[in-house]
């Protein structure tokens, strides 16, 4: 790893600030292990099995101190997050874009200023199911960066969440500066991705031992985010406020491109090389503090050779001397034709003994996250007046756009990753070093798509609040309960009239199956009543899905506790969620609108708008009912009541909703957690002339079922 250019230079001016958090959503780590002796007390060893070997190994890379291990950033704040679990064959089960979007929400919560995802999900154009896409969108916003791997099928092909624009794409490179044969490439790589370290890194194999990495993109993913956790420390040492997507520019922007003369493919190369001294540089420069979330266009400020001489533009290598001191060197390297400019070895070795200790915390996958705010801010760095003068010299670079006309060329190295499964979010390594090309050692098994049945996963993970509206699934879990739920009904138990008329005459049989509520047929929770009252909660279930099938219901509001998960028959991982059966509600859109406008004659333009109101919330506003923003918007749109009344009140003024949003309300009663839902209106027709209207109520969140504050408040906005 310090052959890294740059790198030691870096490394002494900083190991990682401890302000700086570093979340992996990855596998559970082996804490035991003797390169995390500062933090070995933290949790249980974790078994050595396919995903905790992954997990340790991508965690190591980034917080490793010790037993031949030197992570990136040890002195960074490190949150692991496991979203692959352990099966009972050691393998792992797959983590679908849901669960990954819980994950991703909770590291936000917990403070999160760099999330590593080194795994990833095939897509044929690049893009994420809603509810990932809204957990990026909200990082975007939070000035959170995402660093994914570009994944390793080797092809022009894509990987979510590496191909969203707002996440720092991680390609792998050797020793050389040659890009793997397993990193995959593709148009929007070219904009968002940048090769890193990958082979021969020395990582921690769960267990107590080492190996050296494949040269697979799972590896060169915690190279990038540990990097841009030092530059952030950086920014912080020289009283800078750190901004995550400044860096992520500035490491774009700078990249090294491919200078190949034909021979070489340069859309492997993605981006472009990570080129660390001139983006320490740039950082040394004080380069302009920035709004969190800002994309900030750059020129390419790396050497670049040229192609009819063999010569480069002269390279700009930081170096430091015995005192400590940052001194600036020139070296005119010889570019080849294959390869990357040569590069010159740092001055002085790394002297910095790091005495900071690791605050390392794991954390469990269902506890409350904030807000999920669906909207997109894509700020060009010219509306920044207060932008540094060395990124304003620099110009927007032209990027390759994106085209869905490209055809997918599928490689041979699709080991670990099978493009195609749409509901898997894999590892980008079997996370021993195999990279997809041999067996893993310690008799673990190679790559792997996860998932062999049902049942709860043994991960221990505390319970937290839920109040979620969808609708009714239900599944099976593996293929031998299938079978045998065909051979007791004598018929297809995927037919669901069949199940119905199966269920009704043996109703103790619904407690078979995994019940499951959906968005948009994804399956966001599995359904398992518990307590005394269970069998009447399978019986509501059983009797809401009559209803649906019917046609009669399209909703349903699940409130309860989630903890744990649960494998699908498809290797789909789920939260599990235990219902509390005094917040189960059932409704069509227009009953309820009807219930609570009375909708007849004069109140029709009212229960327009209420329905306008419910349709917004349940598809535009859809959401995991997991954080209690979340849990207050869905609570309010059950409590159609209050809703009328504020609408009623808006069409007096014929005013319509133009704006839904919630936020933490500052008064609440002792003990109890308030958001208030706010609505805001505008008149159409006097838009210049009538002031905005906005109505707000309080919702408490802090019990199992939401319940209203107090009066709802009204005020003018001019």
Known sequence: MNSLQGLTALKALTHGDPSIKIAVLDGPVDFSHPCFSATATVQPSAAPGMASRHGTAVYSLLFGKGAGVDGIAPGCTGLSIPIYTENENGGFSA?????????????????????????????????????????????????????????????????????????????????????????????????????????????????????????????????????????????????????????????????????????????????????????????????????????????????????????????????????????????????????????????????????????????????????????????????????????????????ENNTRTQAVEMSSMTETVTPGKSNEVLPADCGCGCGGTGSCPNGGENGGNGGNGGGESTAAQPATLVYALGNLGYDFGSEAHQDSFAQSMGGNPNDPAALIKYLKANPWAAEELTWTLNIDATPIYALYPAGSYSPHVYERLR???????????????????????????????????????????????EALTAAATGAKGSAKALAENVSNFLTRIYYQMRNLGATPEERALNYAATNAYQVSAVFSAALKESLELNDISVNKSPICRPGSDCYDVTLSFFNPRERMNVARKEYRFTIDVSDVVPVTVGEVRAWSVY
Not at 275 to 293: D, K, M, S, T, W
Not at 323 to 345: C, K, L, M
Not at 559 to 585: A, D, E, F, K
Request: charged fraction near 15%; aromatic fraction near 4%; charge should be negative.
């Open 95 to 399: 983590a679908s874009q849901v669960k990954l979007a819980q994950a991703i929400h909770q590291a936000v919560e917990q403070g999160a200023n760099i999330i590593n995802i080194s795994g990833g999900q095939f897509s044929k154009y690049g893009d994420s199911e809603f509810l990932l896409k809204q957990a990026i969108d909200k990082c975007f916003k939070a000035g959170v960066l995402i660093v994914a791997a570009a994944g390793n099928d080797g092809c022009y092909c894509l990987h979510v969440p590496a191909a969203d624009r707002q996440v720092l794409a991680a390609g792998s490179m050797d020793e050389n500066g040659h890009p793997t044969p397993e990193t995959n490439f593709g148009s929007r790589y070219k904009e968002n991705g940048i090769l890193a370290p990958g082979k021969d890194l020395t990582a921690a194999l769960a267990g107590g031992t080492t190996f050296k990495t494949s040269g697979a993109t799972s590896y060169a993913t915690p190279v990038v985010s540990g990097i841009v956790g030092l530059l952030m420390s950086l920014q912080i040492k020289n009283g800078i406020t750190p901004d995550a997507y400044a860096i992520k520019s500035i490491l774009e922007n700078t990249a090294i491109p491919c200078e190949g003369d034909g021979k070489v493919d340069c859309r492997r190369f993605l981006r472009g090389k990570l080129n660390l001294p001139a983006a320490l540089e740039a950082i040394l420069q004080n380069p302009g503090v920035l709004a969190a979330g800002m994309d900030i266009p750059m020129e390419n400020t790396a050497a670049s050779g040229d192609t009819t001489t063999g010569e480069s533009t002269p390279e700009h290598n930081l170096a430091v001397d015995v005192a400590g001191n940052i001194h600036e060197t020139t070296d005119t390297a010889t570019a080849t034709t294959d390869g990357p400019v040569a590069e010159e070895t740092t001055a002085a070795e790394d002297t910095h003994n790091d005495t900071t200790t690791t605050e390392t915390h794991s954390i469990p996958l269902t506890s409350e996250d904030p807000a999920i705010v669906p909207a997109e801010m894509q700020t060009d760095f010219s509306a920044n007046e207060n932008a540094n003068p060395i990124l304003k010299k620099l110009n927007n670079q032209t990027m």
């Open 543 to 589: 009797q809401y899905y009559e209803q649906q099938q019917a046609g009669n219901i399209q909703r349903i509001s699940v409130p309860g506790v989630s903890q744990g998960s649960t494998s699908l028959l498809n290797g789909h991982s789920v939260i599990n969620l235990m219902p509390n059966l005094r917040g189960m509600y059932s409704w069509t859109t």
